[in-house]
């Protein structure tokens, strides 16, 4: 694909620090590389339209069509920006990407994990990402920082309001993937302070020569 940029992954579940990780992290990169944040599903006028029908709590989804909604947002996504931003040489920092359809998709809905690793490999085509950083929280955890972050009536999304999203099977699902996949996944304690888990990512940037 001869993309010169990175491609820089976090993943984990709900209110695991993604968001806040991402943002100190383009905080830092910026002073060294352009950069392009992304999160998923998103980041295109089509990916946006998907992602509105995905979070809908209103709207009952069949996990098929949950799966091939999420594959087409990425589809846009990997196309339309991530793609032509790395053949630019830029560095991508996503939210989410093709770990959270293994693990909500395959793991939490139970479809064939090997049928989702054939969608994913045709939503992305070639590209691979460089590095995904698993944000490492219990679940009882996340689910504190939710109430806190929301309010006590939650004003969860329709995935939020999944029984898996905060009983351990997402979590455990993604430490199953790591496992499984050591060499593309670095899994990073997301409990300490932001600034904390900030600085070991960096350094694990640093080891692998990125910045
Ligand atoms: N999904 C899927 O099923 N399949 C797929 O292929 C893809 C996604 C791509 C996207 O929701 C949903 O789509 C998601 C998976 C599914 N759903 N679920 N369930 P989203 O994008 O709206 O939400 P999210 O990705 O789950 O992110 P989030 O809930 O916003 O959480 P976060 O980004 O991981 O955390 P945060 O916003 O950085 O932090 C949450 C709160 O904790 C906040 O108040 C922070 O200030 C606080 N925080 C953060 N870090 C710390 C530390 N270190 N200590 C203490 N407090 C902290």
Same mark, same amino acid.
């Given at each position: ?28 990169? &910026? ?69 959270? &359809? ?29 590095? &995904? ?79």
């Amino acid at each position: 694909m001869g993309a010169k940029g990175a491609l820089i992954v976090f993943e984990g579940g709900d209110g695991c620090g993604k968001t806040t990780q991402v943002q100190l992290l383009a905080e830092r990169l &910026t002073k060294h590389h352009q950069i392009l944040l992304m999160r998923e599903p998103g980041g295109t006028d089509v990916s946006e339209a998907i992602r509105a029908i995905l979070l809908n709590p209103k709207l009952s989804i069949k996990p098929e069509a949950e799966l091939l909604l999420f594959a087409a947002s990425r589809a846009q996504l990997v196309r339309e920006r991530i793609i032509p931003a790395l053949e630019a040489g830029l560095f991508v920092i996503c939210d989410r990407f093709v770990e959270s &359809t293994m693990v909500y998709q395959g793991i939490a809905r139970y479809i064939d994990l090997q049928a989702v690793e054939a969608v994913n490999k045709l939503a992305l085509g070639a590209l691979v990402p460089t590095v &995904t950083f698993l944000l490492n929280v219990p679940c009882q955890i996340s689910r504190q920082r939710i109430v806190l972050r929301n309010g006590a009536d939650l004003g969860l999304d329709r995935m939020e309001r999944e029984d898996f999203s905060f009983d351990g099977t997402i979590q455990n699902g993604y430490l199953e993937l790591a496992k499984k996949y050591p060499d593309r996944m670095v899994v990073v304690d997301g409990t300490p302070d932001p600034k904390v888990v900030s600085d070991t990512i960096w350094g694990h940037l640093k080891a692998k020569g990125l910045v």
